[in-house]
């Protein structure tokens, strides 16, 4: 799940700040994510609490020191941000699906991955729609959305890639968010609207399967919809 929203300039401690505020509210959603780490850099290094800011400003210093050595060229527009994950060991990261946590202010993307979500998850679409409200309810937020990743006749499918509708525009996916009021009038195809701050989450389909047809053509359809109300946004001016 990506979420986007103007980019900031932010060093080592505004990150760690907004990082803190932004689990604060996935804490919420479920016992899962309510306590979170800083991702070890390589297999020895320790998994730093974020709630220690100290250890925490460092390690993100340390890692801006290292990108920046390894890209001098690299416009520099403050701290890159910092990766986290729910796990204090490989082995419950393992277990909780690997989740990943990128917040990066200066590049205007927060960006949640989780594994294997309907294994773990008796209601997987109930914790990503929560997860997606957690997300976007920062009202800076401009667009969200949830890409899928599945094995399909032993053939690895990606939604983003292979069941889009378009090139030159964002996806939706499986769901997403929009910082535009819309109704269940202006958007049909979708199977669920809700209301969120000044805009609109949106769920294409109940469906969660790259291999089921009548979903892939009920999510195309919503984003066909969303392309239509100017919603989706366009990554490539030259291809409309």
Request: proline fraction near 6%; glycine fraction near 6%; charged fraction near 25%.
């Amino acid at each position: 799940m990506n979420c986007y929203l103007p980019s900031t300039r932010s060093d080592s401690l505004e990150v760690h700040r907004q990082a803190t505020e932004l689990v604060g509210r996935l804490s919420n959603v479920h016992t899962d994510f309510s306590k979170w780490w800083v991702v070890p850099d390589g297999p020895k290094d320790p998994y730093i609490p974020l709630d220690d800011a100290d250890a925490t400003s460092a390690s993100i210093q340390r890692s801006d020191r290292k990108f920046f050595k390894a890209f001098p060229n690299a416009e520099s527009d403050g701290s890159i941000g910092v990766l986290l994950t729910n796990s204090e060991s490989d082995k419950q990261w393992r277990e909780r699906g690997k989740v990943f946590l990128s917040v990066k202010p200066a590049s205007g993307r927060i960006c949640i991955e989780i594994s294997r979500v309907s294994e773990l998850y008796p209601t997987p679409g109930e914790v990503v729609w929560s997860l997606l409200k957690a997300l976007s309810s920062d009202p800076r937020v401009t667009f969200a959305n949830t890409n899928i990743v599945q094995r399909v006749a032993e053939e690895i499918i990606l939604h983003s890639y292979d069941r889009s509708v378009y090139q030159h525009r964002e996806f939706l996916g499986w769901m997403g968010y929009v910082d535009k009021p819309l109704s269940a009038d202006q958007l049909p195809q979708a199977a669920r609207l809700e209301a969120q701050g000044r805009g609109t989450l949106i769920l294409a389909t109940e469906v969660l399967d790259l291999a089921d047809h009548a979903a892939i053509e009920q999510t195309n359809r919503t984003e066909i919809g969303l392309a239509e109300l100017g919603l989706l946004p366009v990554l490539d001016p030259s291809l409309r």
